[in-house]
């Protein structure tokens, strides 16, 4: 089946602890891509890979890291959490890199730090 | 401004009816636009891209009009099936591409 696959759906962690969050597709999409949602903010783009070792900025990009060593997966890192970014995240992908081709969504990881 | 606005909501209308959506954009180095609809908090699945064209699939219809940089989502013959958020989504050319989201519009269908 073809999915995107965000790990963990949930977690509750500490300010300052390091944490990765999981994504991979196994649908051989060349685009990927890290969202927040926020209540009254909407979805924000936090950081987009064209292509692997290809990553760059979107509009929230403070206090996350991002790496693509392999086309399936795209994690994003939060070297030093702060509750500020306590939020619902999404992953996505599209198959190509120009910009016609809609998105594919995970489920979703949900992120307390508290 | 935002780059991406949206009909602010919620829009309460009863089963049956049309409802209109509306989103404008600001950034004329848009090049795509979709739909998306979100349940409750879950993952956005896409309903439909938009084409200057205009483009209909079953009951819904959308329609992109470049000049006023005005893109609409037309659903007629409402189902409670349809209470979700309406997502308006922009990509646009960076180099690479970026992707915006419009904050959303929230529709509730009543019996």
């Known amino acids: 089946e073809a999915q995107v696959t965000q790990n963990p759906r949930y977690l509750i962690t500490v300010t300052g602890k390091k944490l990765t969050v999981t994504c991979s597709q196994n649908?051989?999409?060349?685009?990927m891509s890290w969202y927040r949602q926020d209540p009254g903010l909407g979805l924000r783009q936090i950081y987009y890979?064209?292509?692997?070792?290809?990553?760059d900025k979107g509009d929230v990009p403070e206090g996350y890291k991002v790496s693509r060593k392999e086309k399936r997966n795209f994690p994003l890192i939060l070297e030093s959490p702060s509750p500020n970014q306590t939020s619902l995240y999404f992953c996505?992908?599209?198959?190509?890199?120009?910009?016609?081709?809609?998105?594919?969504f995970g489920d979703g990881t949900r992120l307390s730090i508290l | 401004r935002k780059e991406v606005e949206q009909d602010p909501g919620p829009f309460n209308v009863p089963e049956g009816a049309t409802v209109a959506f509306n989103c404008t954009y600001s950034?004329?180095?848009?090049?795509?636009f979709f739909w998306y609809r979100q349940d409750c908090r879950k993952e956005p699945k896409l309903l439909m891209s938009?084409?200057?064209s205009g483009n209909e699939d079953g009951r819904f219809t959308a329609q992109l009009n470049r000049a006023s940089q005005y893109i609409s989502l037309l659903i007629r013959d409402s189902k409670l099936s349809d209470s979700a958020t309406y997502l308006c989504?922009?990509?646009?050319?960076?180099?690479?591409?970026?992707?915006?989201f419009g904050a959303g519009t929230r529709l509730f269908v009543k019996a």
């Open positions: 989504v922009v990509n646009m050319r960076t180099g690479g591409f970026k992707t915006i």
């Open positions: 938009v084409y200057s």
């Open positions: 649908m051989n999409h060349e685009y």
């Open positions: 890979s064209m292509n692997v070792e290809v990553t």
């Open positions: 950034n004329s180095a848009s090049q795509s």
């Open positions: 996505a992908s599209s198959p190509q890199r120009n910009s016609n081709q809609p998105q594919h």
